[in-house]
């Protein structure tokens, strides 16, 4: 049987709950942030953000016109991540390459087709290092083009191809490798930062700005029941918008999901309670609007996108940068929903990482409920 102040206490907290899911329904900014919101984020991200390159203009220069330089000619021509121009003047490559009309420079020279007999061929490539990513991923790709053309003449038992040896790649986990399979997830990440870090600061501080908290202070309700009747609502809202996005990645990107769902469950409900815990937090502690949106935005949105691994490796940063990410909870999640989805349920990724969100949960939900207070200033 159930305590009388137990059952009082359910009780305030269903009709507390019940007000704030009124409140959610009428609320139209509410509804865009919740469902709108990661829909079009999802939309936007996902197919303007890309680390793929494709139509690369470049320019082939043939000096040396034998059927074998014609047929690497060709490689580049037919590829899907080349636009190519053949020529046969250098110089009017690099006119090219001066004035960016191409990004780079494809040359055979002329006595490639003697130096094919001999099996010393080669390539020169020559790439505008303006953009340091994209000139790497340029001259991977031009070196992938060579490379096929080359594997295909040791097949047809043709001469000695560039090169003396031959070199076999597999990619683990993305064999697509399409850039969204890595991408798709970390959006998730910053939807779900954005949904529950803003829906709680934006409520929070309304009331507090509205005045409508001082009608509760004079009431049985206490602060912790405030604080769970704030959060049930949007948790609800956030797992629909976490719903949207896994059901965008999978069937709208093609991101492969091997994992188990219920794991994605409660990892994914792991960081929607710091999100909404740190909404909270920031909200009750500046009880303004304008100011915990600003504060928001900086503790959570601008670091989920810039020092979780979202879009940059972690590994190449400074030392102090880096140290700092492990205060970060969008760090851990990241790591979390890229395994998840690209490699499984792999436990010694995911009992770690889950196990910093949930310490991270325990502290900021015990840190709102001591800075919230039934009382005025």
């Given at each position: ?212 908290f001082e009608a509760m202070f004079v009431t049985p309700v206490r602060t912790g029941e ?152």
């Amino acid at each position: 049987m159930i305590p009388a102040s137990r059952s009082a206490a359910l009780i305030r907290v269903a009709a507390l709950v019940r007000k704030e899911a009124y409140q959610l329904v009428r609320d139209p900014s509410s509804i865009a942030i919740g469902v709108i919101m990661p829909v079009l984020l999802i939309l936007l991200f996902g197919y303007a953000l890309s680390l793929d390159v494709k139509s690369v203009p470049v320019a082939v220069v043939l000096e040396d016109t034998s059927p074998a330089a014609s047929e690497l000619a060709a490689g580049f021509r037919l590829s899907p991540y080349f636009a190519a121009e053949i020529t046969t003047s250098m110089r009017h490559a690099e006119e090219l390459m001066l004035e960016r009309r191409i990004d780079g420079i494809i040359r055979v020279r002329s006595d490639f087709a003697r130096r094919l007999s001999a099996g010393t061929a080669d390539v020169q490539i020559l790439v505008h290092g303006s953009d340091a990513n994209r000139a790497r991923i340029i001259d991977t790709y031009a070196r992938g083009a060579i490379g096929q053309w080359a594997e295909q003449r040791t097949a047809e038992g043709r001469a000695p191809a560039v090169g003396a040896a031959a070199v076999t790649t597999r990619m683990w986990f993305n064999e697509a490798d399409d850039s969204h399979y890595f991408l798709v997830p970390g959006l998730i990440v910053l939807i779900m930062t954005l949904i529950g870090a803003f829906l709680t600061t934006l409520v929070m501080a309304r009331e507090w700005e509205r005045g409508t908290f001082e009608a509760m202070f004079v009431t049985p309700v206490r602060t912790g029941e405030i604080l769970l009747s704030k959060m049930i609502p949007y948790f609800v809202l956030g797992i629909g918008g976490l719903v949207l996005c896994i059901l965008a990645a999978k069937f709208l990107f093609q991101v492969p999901f091997r994992g188990s769902v219920l794991v994605l469950a409660g990892v994914s409900t792991l960081y929607l309670l710091v999100s909404l815990a740190i909404g909270l937090l920031v909200s009750s502690a500046t009880k303004s609007q304008f100011v915990s949106s600003m504060v928001t935005l900086v503790v959570t949105f601008l670091p989920a996108m810039m020092l979780s691994g979202f879009l940059f490796d972690l590994r190449s940063m400074p030392d102090v940068i880096r140290w700092i990410s492990y205060v970060l909870p969008a760090r851990y999640y990241v790591a979390l929903l890229q395994t998840i989805f690209l490699a499984g349920d792999i436990w010694s990724v995911i009992w770690p990482n889950a196990g910093m969100l949930a310490l991270m949960a325990a502290i900021l939900l015990a840190a709102t409920r001591a800075v919230t207070r039934k009382e005025l200033a």
